[in-house]
């Protein structure tokens, strides 16, 4: 079966038994009133992501260091990309639904992600580009969680995405165990753009579910930029801020 037909006939396995359980909580599980709402407990767990932060990576900083403050990596490094938004911290709740998301074929709580994501999304945002699975990946789990969350974010802010833009030509090992110089080197000239042109004065905004160490980002806004686009902002589900990484 091609990939296509896949996605397809696990999108439509996901929508019924989105259908026929009843709504549950992407935290706990808890039966709750509607689909993809979190209980009030598990609302109460999720840490909301905001200012003051870096002006490089949007990393939050405890304390205002002013406008225009960079953290560390940035002022060493400064960024390509516009920033890094993200609608909440990596925590146990956040880490749930992402689980839930990917491994457990609850395509719903992309909708749950991306209604929070919205707050964030760049005023001037022209295109929603997914960061992409490498097709054997996509093949065994039969969708990209980032583009479901893409697909949902183009119905709230009349933005649209395109999953099929950027592409991950090279598979990549897992990033989790690996330094900030191998993550890098892992992913460095996986990812291509397939039409350039679709990319001309694009203000593009990558779409992931988890931003760990942002090798991964990094490597995807480096392949657009290099390709035309004129700004990639990183937006994302949910940020690893303390030293763990999944
Ligand atoms: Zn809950
Ligand atoms: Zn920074």
Same mark, same amino acid.
């Given at each position: 079966m091609p990939a296509r037909a896949a996605s397809h006939k696990r999108g439509v396995l996901g929508r019924l038994i989105d259908a026929v359980l009843p709504p549950r909580c992407p935290g706990c599980g808890a039966v709750v009133l509607a689909q993809g709402r979190f209980c009030a407990a598990c609302w109460g767990q999720l840490r909301f992501l905001g200012e003051p932060w870096c002006a490089g990576c949007n990393l939050p900083f405890v304390l205002d260091a002013g406008p225009g403050a960079l953290c560390a990596a940035c002022a060493a490094a400064p960024p390509r990309h516009a920033g890094v938004r993200a609608a909440v911290a990596y925590d146990a709740v956040a880490r749930t639904l992402v689980l839930r998301l990917k491994h457990g074929g609850r395509a719903a709580y992309a909708g749950t992600a991306a209604r929070l994501m919205a707050r964030l999304m760049p005023a001037d945002a022209t295109l929603l580009v997914p960061v992409p699975l490498h097709r054997w990946r996509l093949w065994s789990r039969g969708y990209n969680q980032a583009a479901l969350i893409a697909t949902a974010l183009t119905r709230l802010v009349a933005v649209p995405s395109d999953a $099929?833009? $950027?592409?991950?030509h090279r598979a990549t090992p897992m990033l989790r165990d690996r330094g900030p110089a191998a993550r890098r080197e892992a992913v460095a000239g996986a990812f291509r753009v397939r039409r350039p042109a679709a990319l001309h004065d694009a203000r593009v905004v990558l779409i992931d579910d988890v931003y760990t160490s942002g090798a991964t980002a990094n490597a995807c806004a480096a392949a657009l930029l290099d390709a035309g686009a004129r700004s990639v902002t990183v937006l994302v589900w949910a940020r690893v801020l303390a030293d763990h990484a999944d």
């Open positions: $099929l833009l $950027l592409q991950r």
